[in-house]
């Protein structure tokens, strides 16, 4: 775990960002915890540029649907 950069955002829709969780080719994940409950969540922020990736979506829309 390593702690937040300037560059990192404070909140993610209702999550407020505790810390940094790890980085690689996809993104980003952080810790956040949500601002109703204080819930401890995990959260991927993938780079702007794999958007655009449809093979990518698929592989992303597949780890989700794994991670429910």
Do not use: N, Q, W
């Not at 949500?34 to 794999?50: C, Q, Y």
Request: net charge positive; aromatic share 6%; no cysteine.
């Amino acid at each position: 775990m390593e702690p937040l950069t300037p560059g990192d955002p404070a909140r993610i829709g209702p999550f407020r960002l505790v810390a940094r969780l790890g980085r690689g080719g996809m993104g980003r994940v952080y810790l956040a915890r949500a601002d109703s409950t204080g819930r401890a969540v995990a959260i991927k922020t993938i780079h702007g540029e794999l958007l655009a990736d449809a093979e990518f979506r698929t592989r992303f829309s597949h780890e989700v649907a794994a991670a429910r």
